[in-house]
């Protein structure tokens, strides 16, 4: 149990509509990252969140959003979403004062795309 | 970030030690080598992380060589619970590091 709670665990949506996730980041912690894992993959960074800016970003476009709150807890939004965006996307929360390669997982929200 | 290579699969007897080799022959002086594992529908935990020192934690031991150049995660005494697929990564510490997985090797404990 890491203290990172994501909803929904599961959805499902239809090509072109949006979604958004939300995560609670474990107390105390004040970076969240969003990460998405397609079927068999290691998961891949999408971005992180310090201070409600963004702090960093991966490789993906900017139909992916995010929103950090001031009480640390996290939105991921993706419009116009597309069938490849099915896949089981993670919230991970850390404390900067700690080492920033630890991370604390949430157990992810599984989207499927039709 | 120095990129990593791990076999795909591997097994072990429930109560034996699971060594799990990772290369990373292009570490930089300032990345530390971390370990998180993924059980089956689940979010990564982290195990350990470690510089160039051995490192072991009440979950796990890292062995990192000399050259940095690769590492072992030893699981002293595997269970069926250990069962995951372990994720070897490669990162400097600080406020945007990013975490770069691959695809991990994927450790079956057999009873």
């Known amino acids: 149990e890491t203290g990172v709670t994501q909803s929904p665990t599961h959805l499902i949506k239809t090509r072109g509509q949006q979604v958004t996730l939300r995560c609670s980041s474990q107390?105390?912690?004040?970076?969240v990252s969003w990460y998405q894992q397609a079927l068999g993959q290691g998961p891949q960074f999408i971005f992180q969140y310090y201070r409600e800016e963004e702090n960093g970003r991966g490789n993906f476009p900017p139909r992916f959003s995010g929103l950090q709150f001031p009480n640390y807890s996290s939105e991921l939004n993706v419009n116009a979403l597309e069938l490849d965006d099915s896949a089981l996307y993670l919230c991970?929360?850390?404390?900067?004062?700690?080492?920033?390669?630890?991370?604390?997982f949430g157990e992810g929200s599984r989207l499927t795309v039709l | 970030d120095a990129k990593t290579t791990q076999p795909p699969s591997m097994d072990c007897a429930e109560g034996r030690a699971a060594n799990l080799p990772c290369n990373h022959s292009?570490?930089?002086?300032?990345?530390?080598v971390y370990w998180y594992r993924q059980i089956h529908s689940q979010g990564p935990q982290y195990i350990i992380h470690?510089?160039?020192n051995n490192e072991t934690n009440e979950m796990a031991s890292l062995i990192i060589t000399e050259d940095r150049k690769s590492s072992t995660l030893i699981l002293p005494h595997a269970t069926l619970r250990d069962t995951a697929v372990y994720y070897c990564i490669v990162t400097r510490t600080g406020a945007n590091s990013k975490l770069t997985f691959g695809k991990g090797i994927t450790l079956s404990v057999r009873p």
């Open positions: 292009t570490i930089s002086g300032n990345e530390y």
């Open positions: 107390s105390g912690h004040n970076t």
């Open positions: 470690g510089l160039k």
């Open positions: 991970a929360s850390s404390d900067t004062g700690t080492s920033a390669g630890e991370l604390f």
